[in-house]
């Protein structure tokens, strides 16, 4: 049987994997603060939709995860 340690890793495996493989990830600006996964990934673009409804601070984190 496998303990929860194990499972955990797979299952952040099976999530991580498929977002560095992808060529666009669509989410919303909470997730992207929220997800873990999302935190270790370093995107080419970030596009930032109805950036004039966000506070200034989550425009700035959101531009943190670019790149360039």
Known sequence: QKDIAEMQKEIK??????????KAVL??????????????IEFDVVIIDEASMMSIAMIIYLSSVAKE
């Open 27 to 40: 989410t919303t600006a909470t997730q992207t603060c929220l997800m873990e996964e999302l935190k270790e």
């Open 13 to 22: 495996l099976a999530t991580v994997e498929p977002l560095l493989k992808a």
